[in-house]
């Protein structure tokens, strides 16, 4: 029989790129390329970018840069694509360069570089009907729409990849109810502005199962509750309404979990960062979501170092993270973009004056996360197990994204599988993750 070209892929970025290199590699094993592990056996390399950040553009270039290296034939697709100078002067030698989305652009590519030696055979070329995943089994992610509206300072992804554009309801249930039926217990919703799901459709009717469903983040997460697995909100802009999904969260289901990106406390910040709902009262907003969901487990993200953010500001995001009393939370130095309306503005914080401020904000949430996880000692509740060694098992409760939050460890769960979701009772805490004992 003759041999396949094998393709390599290095996939990096965020979730949302994530998705598109499960499309491409689906798409790929669907017209009978294999997938090569390594550098060594594979035909060429398609290296999916990230150009968010410098630092990410760094990763992205020194990738592309290790599999010309090893392999030699390199294709590049992703958000810094859309650089493709850039990527050509440090390396000329690539195939193509294409940006996000451009899924056609990689396909056209791989079947002038590495064309197939035989036809296609439905019969033994067999692509599961969730498509191929890179996450583990029992998780997936399910991104609900491309692009974004928002026009804020410090961020380009509405030049790369353009406008909001809601995926068709009856498509994403469909996709969903694939998952499931594969094995999947956890789906984390993922887009650029969760919340916003279907606005740029005026909430149309859809259909799915034969039934009408609107076209709206509500409809979504009412019907996904549905399912029987674990369903986790990313990426969620604090509209208001936001609140109307929450008395469908519950511990199994459409969980209690919002990921909602503050980006700052401060007004005078958030203006410069041209940040939507800038002018709501977080606070409230927070307090309202506790007192309709007790359980809810709220993460977010913030900069500090953005350019103009005084000592004032800082300590008023810091006093916001006291009262707030988030869960989770992560914390970027801020780090220039080009192309961002940001680069224009004026009082750049020094790199050393960055790093404090990032030090202490962390020491402060630190603390606040230990406080509250500390108060979970003695409770039972459900998690999800991502992997067992030897007599222990890591696994999730429902405040907990995979590679993100924390972890739940489980001493004496070695008879434990992956994707099993148990009950189990907390005994111990440290500052982000819990330790707990199985329950019979």
């Not at 401060?266 to 969901?293: C, D, G, N, Y």
């Not at 004026?346 to 990032?358: L, M, S």
């Not at 993100?404 to 992956?418: E, Q, T």
Request: hydrophobic share 40%.
């Amino acid at each position: 029989m003759t041999a396949v070209p094998k393709i390599g892929f290095v996939s990096l970025g965020c979730p949302k790129a994530l998705v598109d290199s499960e499309r491409i590699l689906t798409q790929l094993r669907v017209e009978g390329y294999a997938i090569s592990p390594s550098y060594d056996d594979a035909a060429l390399v398609v290296v999916n970018t990230c150009g968010f950040i410098d630092s990410a553009k760094q990763e992205s270039l020194d990738a592309i840069g290790e599999a010309l290296a090893e392999n030699g034939k390199v294709i590049v697709t992703g958000c810094m694509g859309v650089d493709e100078n850039n990527i050509r002067n440090l390396h000329p030698s690539v195939l193509s360069v294409s940006g996000p989305q451009q899924y056609e652009a990689v396909l056209a590519a791989v079947h002038t570089h590495a064309p197939m030696t035989r036809e296609h055979d439905p019969l033994t070329d067999l692509v599961p009907p969730q498509g191929i995943k890179l996450t583990p089994r029992h998780y997936a992610y399910l991104k609900i729409s491309e692009g974004c509206n928002h026009k804020c300072s410090f961020c380009i992804i509405p030049s790369m990849r353009g406008a909001l554009v809601s995926r068709p309801i009856g498509d994403v249930m469909d996709e969903a109810e694939r998952l499931v039926a594969a094995g999947v217990r956890e789906l984390l919703v993922i887009s650029q502005d969760t919340s916003a799901y279907g606005s740029d459709l005026r909430y149309r009717t859809g259909f799915w199962q034969g039934k009408p469903l609107k076209t709206s983040f509500q409809s979504l997460c009412a019907a996904l509750a549905e399912l029987g697995v674990w369903v986790r909100l990313h990426y969620v802009y604090p509209y208001p309404h936001v609140d109307e999904v929450l008395p469908l969260m519950r511990e199994q289901g459409l969980l209690p979990y919002l990921d909602i990106p503050f980006q700052h406390a401060s007004p005078r910040i958030l203006k410069l960062m041209r940040r939507p709902a800038a002018a709501e009262k977080t606070l409230e907003r927070v307090q309202a979501w506790r007192r309709a969901q007790p359980d809810i487990t709220l993460r977010s993200t913030f900069i500090v170092g953005f350019p103009g953010e005084t000592e004032q500001d800082f300590e008023t995001l810091l006093e916001f993270l006291q009262e707030a009393q988030l869960d989770r939370v992560g914390c970027f130095q801020y780090s220039a973009v080009a192309g961002a309306a940001a680069n224009e503005l004026d009082g750049a914080v020094p790199e050393e004056e960055k790093r404090e401020r990032w030090e202490r904000f962390m020491e402060t949430q630190a603390d606040i996360s230990a406080a509250r996880l500390a108060h979970k000692i003695g409770r039972e509740m459900a998690v999800l197990v991502d992997q067992v060694e030897d007599d222990l098992a890591i696994a999730r409760s429902s405040a907990d994204a995979p590679e993100i939050d924390g972890v739940v460890r489980i001493d004496g769960g070695g008879a434990l599988s992956p994707g099993q979701v148990v009950r189990v009772r907390v005994v111990d805490s440290d500052d982000y993750d819990l330790d707990a004992e199985l329950l019979a």
